[in-house]
């Protein structure tokens, strides 16, 4: 369980992200605009990662204080703060302007936040996946804000003839304590945007200590709007003039289109056109299939319901669950075909061991299912083109659409909207390309919809998986020898499919002496791709359950078990804000269990259990109280999580995303799964996958965080992991039923 923000990005990311890490380009490093502004308005000042476009100059108003991309402040006092990476329900949209907005000693009231347009050159890196915004924005985000208090602060020290020393900020204004005197921030912008930008190494940013908006709650910046149901997602684009089409492809990855029934769709009502695209053949740009373009997203579904298409499947897929899992099994106890890492002699440590163990754990495939289908509008203009649409990888987008349509990328603009959910579905961009190419046969905005069909059967999958465990105890209990061989898939034989891999440092590798962990690639075609909390969501439930295991069999406390596999507090692998700490790892771990009560006298029928796991650099452990009925019923009564992620930016919104994610978890691990036959997806809607309903939901949720003086690093993907095993070692505990296999209801158990 060990991270690299670089390694991960890249890993998690793949082929659909190109762009440098915006963390590693400092202020310092920047080149400075100076622009002349009105007559009598002094300078405008930005901070840039490169080039300026003339637009981007442009944009930025001469009445305005801006002293970098990210903020201005206007004579009337208020505050505008950008927002620039996508908002995808995770919260960044309001996390982002509170970093700002902390640095700058800005009252909240008087901030308000746009999202920020797609511009590298002025903001860097501007997707979201892999928890990664915060961390790889952190200094980036709390120098532009230092940047700006210090200007405004020496603008009122000169107005007042006093030393830059004897002045302080609060509430967006600047104060004199010995002579009584205060200014805005309004008033003091045509006269800060005079002033030379500082040199970021003399700028003093804040400790945790003095935090005075961070680390509370705030509601979402856009909450009121979504509750309303304001125009601010994808889905809801609408302009004169629009179109709205529907995309048909091969229901089997890699099939072409031989014939359709073109003519008849084209009669039905409300069609406009329907044809057929060749795609380029890569599945996360345009896959071959049939168009259609409507007056109405209505009328476009129902002509694609009578769409008839004569497909060539020579060459599609003809993926099997169902076989891949009888061919997991038969190979499991083998050795597997590839060394992964190996640490002293596993062999004679299990050879040697009081007692072994085995087992083998298993997990499907499982779609995203985002709440918002995908969709992108799209309006070609000849030599341009405009996109609207809910991706979390804006600049990735942008390239491909331009390669697509032999565009220079400057003639591609790419107006980023909300998203109704992404969990990484949306570091793709297939439906930016298909509406692209659409439009480009299209004279008029056109809004391409996916069906839930669509979404359910052409998804980018979390990939199945296989774990088979040997271990071995010694006479005292001790963990003493970890053998795993893991089994996952491959689309081209060398490596595993996204979403599919497992790190060499897998906890507990590098805390045992005898270890050896092994892998075998079944061949897929099947897409895969970044799944909430890629690796680590599947990984987590085979690796603490069997633990537990191990501690049962040793006859001992779960808790005491895994803190001695813990150690003493160290750095897993060498020291960085990233890695794996078995101290901060033990400190979530007592803080769970002793939160939950655990070794509590519990009622007849109850268990309680516990899981830790560190990932996207968050070390967390959740507790589960669960009971079991005659009938093989769950109750979730309790869930008690515990994370250490540094410093909370905002209270309200990470506590959010820890109870998604468990609810999340639960849903997964519960009910949810896709069976592929003959390369097919066969779920294609929630009646066939039954997403958890809220009163089935655990009444009790409680979160807690440790936080530490450590770089902060995101929420949305780390509380999710612990989830699984937590709940299914609850529920030996509760029943001795050991769960292997996921989801539970394959078990017979339902909730």
């Not at 790190?503 to 895969?528: I, K, R, Y």
Request: proline residues 6%.
């Amino acid at each position: 369980m060990t991270f690299s923000a670089d390694a991960y990005f890249a890993e998690v990311m793949g082929e659909f992200e190109a762009s440098p890490r915006a963390s590693a380009i400092h202020f310092s490093r920047r080149s400075i605009l100076k622009l002349s502004g009105a007559a009598g308005a002094g300078l405008i000042l930005a901070f840039t990662l490169g080039p300026v476009t003339e637009a981007a100059a442009a944009a930025m108003s001469a009445k305005d204080f801006a002293p970098n991309a990210f903020l201005r402040v206007s004579p009337d006092g208020s505050i505008l703060i950008y927002a620039h990476r996508p908002e995808i329900g995770q919260g960044i949209k309001t996390a982002v302007p509170l970093i700002v907005a902390e640095e700058m000693d800005a009252a909240w009231a008087d901030v308000k936040v746009e999202q920020a347009p797609i511009n590298t050159a002025l903001y860097g890196r501007q997707s979201a996946g892999g928890s990664t915004s915060i961390p790889t924005s952190w200094d980036q985000l709390r120098q532009a804000g230092a940047a700006a208090r210090s200007m405004l602060i020496t603008a009122a020290a000169k107005k007042w003839g006093v030393p830059v020393s004897e002045c302080t900020t609060a509430d967006s204004a600047v104060a004199h304590a010995a002579s009584k005197r205060q200014l805005r921030y309004g008033e003091l912008a045509l006269a800060a945007a005079a002033l030379p930008v500082p040199d970021v190494k003399t700028l003093t940013l804040k400790t945790r200590a003095q935090y005075r908006l961070l680390g509370n709650r705030f509601t979402g910046v856009d909450n009121l709007k979504v509750v309303t149901g304001q125009p601010l997602f994808g889905i809801d684009q609408a302009m004169p003039g629009m179109l709205y089409a529907v995309y048909e492809k091969c229901p089997a990855v890699g099939g072409k289109v031989i014939s359709a029934n073109l003519d008849h769709i084209k009669t039905l009502p409300g069609v406009k056109d329907a044809f057929i695209l060749e795609g380029n053949g890569v599945t996360s740009d345009v896959m071959p299939g049939v168009a259609i373009v409507a007056d109405s997203t209505w009328n476009a579904f129902k002509a694609k319901a009578a769409l008839q298409v004569n497909w060539d499947e020579s060459k599609a897929s003809k993926d099997s669950w169902t076989k891949l899992q009888a061919e997991a099994k038969k190979i499991a106890k083998q050795a597997g075909a590839e060394n992964i890492t190996k640490s002293g002699d596993v062999d004679a440590a299990l050879k040697g061991a009081a007692k072994t163990l085995e087992a083998f754990y298993s997990y499907p495939f499982v779609p995203h299912a985002t709440l918002e289908p995908q969709n992108t509008t799209a309006w070609f203009k000849g030599d341009s083109i405009e996109l609207w649409a809910p991706t979390q990888t804006p600049e990735r987008a942008i390239t491909q659409v331009a390669k697509l349509l032999n565009l220079p990328e400057n003639r591609v603009t790419l107006n980023q909207t909300r998203a109704g959910g992404g969990f990484g579905r949306r570091l793709v961009n297939d439906p930016c390309c298909e509406a692209a190419v659409i439009a480009q046969r299209v004279n008029a905005p056109v809004k391409l919809t996916w069906t839930r069909e669509d979404d359910m059967r052409h998804d980018f999958y979390r990939p199945g998986g296989f774990h088979q465990f040997t271990a071995g105890l010694d006479a005292a209990g001790k963990l003493v020898g970890w053998k795993v061989h893991f089994i996952t898939f491959s689309s081209d034989g060398k490596t595993p499919v996204a979403g599919g891999n497992i790190p060499a440092a897998e906890f507990p590798l590098p805390l045992v002496a005898h270890g050896e962990l092994t892998q075998s690639m079944l061949p897929l075609m099947t897409p895969c791709g970044a799944w909430r909390a890629p690796r680590s969501n599947a990984i987590a439930f085979a690796t603490q359950s069997f633990i537990h295991e191990l501690a049962v069999a040793a006859g001992r406390d779960h808790l005491e078990f895994l803190l001695e596999i813990l150690g003493e507090p160290r750095h897993i692998p060498p020291a960085t804000s990233a890695a794996l700490n078995t101290g901060r790892a033990a400190a979530v771990i007592k803080l769970a269990a002793e939160k939950a009560g655990w070794g509590k006298p519990l009622p007849q029928g109850h268990g309680l259990g516990l899981a830790f796991y560190f990932s996207h650099a968050g070390h967390f452990a959740e507790v589960a109280e669960v009971s079991v009925d005659a009938q093989k019923r769950v109750t979730i009564h309790n869930v008690v999580m515990a994370g250490d992620i540094g410093p909370i930016i905002n209270m309200s919104g990470a506590e959010n995303q820890c109870q998604g994610g468990i609810i999340d978890g639960l849903s997964t691990m519960m009910n949810l799964q896709v069976g592929i036959e003959n390369g097919r997806v066969i779920e294609g809607n929630f009646t066939e996958y039954p997403i958890l309903r809220i009163n089935k939901a655990p009444p009790k949720i409680e979160v807690h965080f440790i936080q530490s003086d450590n770089t902060p690093t995101g929420v949305g993907e780390p509380a999710l992991p612990p989830v699984a095993p937590a709940i299914a070692n609850a529920i030996f505990a509760a029943s001795g039923i050991r769960v292997r296999s996921l989801p539970l209801r394959n078990e017979g158990l339902t909730v």
